[in-house]
């Protein structure tokens, strides 16, 4: 079975501060995909990136990056240079890559709760 | 904006009702996900359709249902309705790789 693990309830950091939300996961999927999503007090979900478990390097968007530490089950999210704007909750998910390349049901971690202080 | 549009976005009601959630995927997207997201139980999958079929169950109670018509737009069906299915009630839409969420439909049973 699929886990998504956020041990981090609550952080905060400074504005302009750099980031790491923690994810660890547990599949005996050998493809899967990693996510973070953000969820902003208004309630929506906002995707954020994306690494494959067959990506050799660590995938960017921005200032989003995404620490994959493989054998580690760890796929961290690193958010540099923290706006205001980025207060939210982030969740970590996964979903396995099946045979013929289908996708199975994105599982989702119970989130960190980010606050960014002026 | 997502591309994905779910209404109402607000429903309030009361116990032993009925409701119906509308869910209209991205353009060009077959597959539609339900996710239920309550304070005590978090994200929750309740299920996929694809191109019209279920193709996954999750953790969908059986006063609950759902379908997904020929122009891929989905309904999500809750009745009997009980206090703790006050939720945020999401639809999502792929095509491939990461999901698109709709803005949710918040539902309050009273």
């Known amino acids: 079975a699929q886990k998504i693990t956020q041990t981090q309830p609550g952080m905060f950091v400074q504005e302009k501060e750099a980031v790491t939300l923690d994810c660890t996961y547990d599949?005996?999927?050998?493809?899967?995909?990693l996510f973070w999503y953000k969820q902003p007090s208004s309630g929506e979900m906002i995707f954020l990136i994306y690494q494959g478990s067959y990506d050799q390097q660590n995938a960017t968007e921005g200032r989003y990056s995404l620490n994959f530490q493989k054998a580690r089950k760890s796929a961290n999210l690193v958010i540099s240079a923290s706006q205001l704007g980025d207060s939210a909750m982030y969740f970590c998910a996964m979903r396995a890559i099946l045979y013929g390349g289908s996708q199975g049901n994105l599982i989702f971690g119970k989130g960190t709760k980010l606050s960014v202080k002026p | 904006d997502s591309g994905v549009t779910q209404t109402p976005k607000h429903l309030i009601t009361a116990t032993g009702q009925r409701v119906t959630l509308r869910c209209s995927p991205r353009?060009?997207?077959?597959?539609v996900y339900w996710y239920q997201q309550s304070l005590d139980q978090g994200l929750q999958f309740l299920i996929q359709y694809y191109n019209g079929e279920e193709r996954a169950k999750g953790n969908i109670l059986e006063r609950f249902s759902a379908q997904q018509f020929p122009d891929l737009h989905s309904e999500l069906n809750l009745s009997s309705l009980e206090l703790g299915d006050s939720a945020l009630y999401f639809c999502?839409?792929?095509?491939?790789?990461?999901?698109?969420f709709g803005e949710g439909s918040r539902l309050t049973v009273l």
């Open positions: 599949t005996s999927d050998p493809s899967y995909g």
């Open positions: 999502a839409s792929s095509v491939g790789g990461e999901l698109f």
């Open positions: 353009s060009g997207d077959l597959s």
